[in-house]
């Protein structure tokens, strides 16, 4: 399985009008939350995140995960099932996974995709966390507390864009210096 994390409805609708020929983009773009609008007009509405994905699968013919996908604080993050096709390419992952466990790394499983535990000594912590601070752009605030939960997420560490993009980079600093 190949997870996904759009920041927003907006890039997370984009993908979904590439999959599929059968997506109103524009009209499902205004509809309201955990809805969409087919070709044809018809409008799907769902209740729950998971029964939007379903409906998707059923109504567009995606191939996505209805219990693994959710929305979190950083955004859409959408679960992709393997196919046939890319069978291979899971096998291949478990296998370099299976390898790196017999190498006495510790791995954990974020529900996401299995990765290596983030294992940082303090010079690494201080050099992650000033690659973090780096990405602080002023006239981009939002776009920078984006990219800086994107970053978190590639280390293992999920952050909740809420928060100040100060806040947001303390947090990712005691997230990895907790897993110590």
């Known amino acids: 399985m190949e997870a996904k994390l759009f920041p927003r409805k907006v890039e997370f609708y984009h993908f979904i009008n590439s999959l599929s020929d059968n997506f109103d983009l524009k009209k499902s773009l205004i509809a309201r939350e955990h809805s969409f609008v087919t070709n044809e007009g018809k409008h799907v509405n769902s209740i729950h995140f998971s029964n939007f994905i379903s409906n998707l699968n059923k109504e567009l013919g995606t191939n996505f995960d209805h219990d693994a996908s959710r929305v979190t604080p950083a955004g859409y993050v959408i679960v992709v099932k393997d196919d046939k096709k890319s069978s291979k390419k899971s096998e291949k992952k478990e296998e370099k ?3 790196k466990k017999e190498q006495g790394l510790e791995i954990q499983d974020r529900g996401l995709e299995v990765k290596d535990s983030v294992v940082v000594n303090e010079g690494q912590v201080e050099s992650l966390v000033n690659e973090a601070k780096a990405i602080y752009d002023e006239n981009a605030k939002k776009e ?8 978190a997420l590639s280390k293992g560490v999920t952050l909740a864009k809420n928060q100040t993009f100060e806040d947001m980079v303390n947090q990712f600093e005691k997230s990895l210096t907790e897993e110590k």
């Open 97 to 99: 996974m299976e390898d």
């Open 144 to 151: 920078s507390k984006d990219k800086l939960a994107e970053f």
